[in-house]
Nanobody
């Protein structure tokens, strides 16, 4: 059974840091694309970062580039999102997601696949990140 479990969210002051974790079970993370999305109240779910299968390529949204870093621990079958220099506009529920299906190897490598929430078919429950003084 495929399962993704996020953790590490919380309340942090502007300029602070958090590290989110996404632990996978039922499959090997390195074999499939993995993405982080976020959703703020009243807004659509937006892509933050994604890594292609076998970690050939990593993508970051312009809004987080230079501040967020995607990493993984294959021994723990876990990926991480290190978030530094956090801003109030980073406040959202953060989700990790993966995709099993056709063309999965194109996700986060081609210019057109793997950047939108509708493209993913397995999701974690989400973890709240609040950036506020």
């Amino acid at each position: 059974q495929v399962q993704l479990v996020e953790s590490g969210g919380g309340l942090v002051q502007p300029g602070g840091s958090l590290r989110l974790s996404c632990a996978a079970s039922g499959f090997t993370l390195d074999d499939y694309p993995i993405a982080w999305f976020r959703q703020a109240p009243g807004k659509e779910r937006e892509g933050v970062s994604c890594v292609s299968s076998s970690a050939f390529n990593t993508y970051y949204a312009d809004s987080v580039k230079g501040r967020f870093t995607f990493s993984r621990d294959n021994a723990k079958n876990t990926v991480y999102l290190q978030m530094n220099s956090l801003k109030p506009e980073d406040t959202a529920v953060y989700y990790c997601a993966t995709y099993f299906g056709a063309y999965y190897s194109d996700y986060c490598q081609s210019a057109t696949k793997g950047y939108y929430a509708y493209e993913y078919n397995y999701w974690g429950q989400g973890t709240q990140v609040t950036v506020s003084s």
